[in-house]
């Protein structure tokens, strides 16, 4: 029987969804439509952070807070229309890892730098609803990873201490945020290649099939 005390936190891009060439051609879009120029490379040094620090920090567009939500509210406009026509499904090994971990009562829960509307949509597009518990996102924090913050608002939500829980990620900050937060942690190698995860994670996988509930368990209890 598994410990009840358990629990599982997913990041949302680059884990349950291969989005980046969504939201890499959201960031094209938005930038013909403000008549503004992306900078080289923008798109890896953003990736997992908050667009209310992409935008005056990597980009250089805005630094007014409201300008900023704007320029963000727009982008991720057009990211969820760029779904509407494409489609998305959940990665290789996802559903199963997710029912794997609903079998054996392991609470699962989004942690993600992601807008919550985003996720929502998602999920609705690719069949997710059921698997979460609960979400936590952009909006619910005030410091974006590195920064644990929303780890830990996720571990709470279900009722769980960060010794107890695994942080699935594949972003170096997000990886940073977990180990930061007290956090077990297991790299996937969508975004950066998995040789480039280890170090930085208790475990790297190249994708999530590679990954059962009994190794999550075991992880954390180790």
Known sequence: MIPSEFGAIFDWDGVIIDSSAAHEQ?????????????PPGHFK??????????????LNWAHDAEEIER????????YREILKTSGIQALPGVRDLLEGL???????????ST????????????????????IVSAEDVSH??????VFLKAAAKINRVPAKCVVFEDAF?????????????IGVGTTNPVETLHGKCDRAVERLTEIKASDVVTLIST
Do not use: Y
């Not at 320029?71 to 057009?78: A, C, D, F, S, T």
């Not at 900050?173 to 942690?185: H, N, T, W, Y």
């Open 71 to 78: 320029i963000g509210r727009r982008k991720e406009e057009l």
């Open 102 to 112: 609903r079998a054996a009562g392991v609470p699962c829960v989004v942690g993600s």
């Open 144 to 149: 974006g990873k590195p920064h644990p913050e």
């Open 173 to 185: 900050v997000g990886l940073e945020a977990a180990r930061a937060g007290g956090f077990k942690s």
């Open 26 to 38: 959201s960031w094209d879009l938005l930038a013909a439509d403000e008549k503004r120029v992306l």
């Open 115 to 134: 807008p919550r509307l985003n996720i929502e949509h998602v999920m609705t597009l690719a069949n997710l609803h059921g698997f979460f518990m609960d």
């Open 45 to 58: 040094a953003g990736f997992g952070r908050k667009n209310q620090f992409i935008i005056p920090n990597i």
